[in-house]
């Protein structure tokens, strides 16, 4: 299966960091946000990988190239100016292919285990959802959460089968048919939450909820706090 990570992004709240470098090559625990996620896709046996970009993209294919010294296969899809989530995937699904796809967000950390992803997108193949979503814990800077998880199935807000079920934070962590962006014209701005949310009020939309590290790495601070993370983690694994 493919995967792509989404890499376009401006990350103005990183500022001044992101002024010279590209937030998906900003460090943490001695090598960039993306390589973290790279790594763990071909490690799952996920090595064809499409990565957006937009603001200083050229970097980023400078660092990555095409993949090789990964194990992985690279392709990129340039955006003259940041298309959004649903606008970036729609932009490169000529790269993408016909099969359910995996897309990351770049801009974060997750210890999720990829390995997961064929198997849940070959349920959707029988199914007829468009999109599972991996949701977590709400962080302190979205704690009413974003999407409402009952039985694997992400359910309106407005339905609430069940007053236990939990709200929780999307993980930016999913899997999509190729079918969910393509009435997006080629080329323009789209967020991916309206599209979902009308895919969830038609009950197509399944989910799960990860416990692991999961960290939205929008802030300096928070690149901090996970740098810290990480590198305590690989002490502890070297001691």
Not at 92 to 113: Q, S
Not at 214 to 239: C, V, Y
Request: charged residues 15%; hydrophobic residues 40%.
């Amino acid at each position: 299966m493919l995967a792509m990570i989404l890499a376009a992004g401006r990350g103005e709240r990183m500022r001044p960091l992101t002024d010279h470098t590209p937030k998906p090559l900003l460090q943490a625990g001695g090598k960039p946000l993306i390589v973290w996620h790279i790594e763990r896709l071909v490690a799952a046996g996920i090595t064809e990988l499409v990565i957006n970009h937009a603001h200083l993209g050229a970097q980023i294919e400078q660092a990555l190239g095409n993949g090789k010294q990964f194990g992985a296969s690279i392709q990129y899809s340039a955006e003259e100016t940041a298309l959004e989530t649903a606008g970036g995937i729609a932009f490169a699904l000529h790269l993408l292919g016909e099969e359910v796809f995996v897309v990351v967000n770049g801009d974060i950390y997750c210890d999720y285990d990829f390995a997961r992803l064929p198997a849940l997108a070959a349920q959707m193949k029988n199914n007829h959802d468009n999109a599972h979503l991996v949701l977590v814990n709400n962080p302190t800077h979205n704690p009413k959460g974003d999407f409402e998880l009952h039985a694997n199935r992400i359910v309106p807000e407005s339905s609430i089968l069940n007053p236990q079920s939990p709200i929780l934070t999307f993980s930016g962590i999913g899997l999509y048919r190729p079918s969910l962006f393509a009435n997006i014209p080629h080329g323009n701005k789209a967020p991916l939450a309206p599209l979902l949310r009308e895919q969830i009020a038609a009950g197509k939309v399944s989910g799960e909820h990860h416990q692991g590290v999961w960290m939205d790495i929008g802030t300096p601070q928070r690149l901090d706090e996970l740098d810290k993370h990480l590198r305590l983690s690989q002490n502890t694994a070297h001691a």
